[in-house]
């Protein structure tokens, strides 16, 4: 993943996974980042290319006190 998706995925996480409260509302997080990366630029590719599953990334950040990506 480049430098600059991560940047974006690390932001994105910290700024919309508080707003979140169960695991029911990933998956409406999951289009959300995509959408949010299309338009700034970030082919969906460019993040799938090291994560598999962006559902499975949101997930365990939000079982983390602080979310975000694992350090």
Known sequence: ?????????DRWIAEHLPKVSDQAAI?????ELVDSARSA????????EEINSVFRLLSEAMERP???LAP
């Not at 998956?27 to 289009?31: G, N, Q, T, W």
């Open 1 to 9: 993943m480049s430098a600059r998706a991560l940047e974006f995925l």
């Open 27 to 31: 998956a409406d997080l999951v289009l």
């Open 66 to 68: 602080r979310g975000g």
């Open 41 to 48: 630029g970030i082919a969906p590719e460019e993040i799938y």
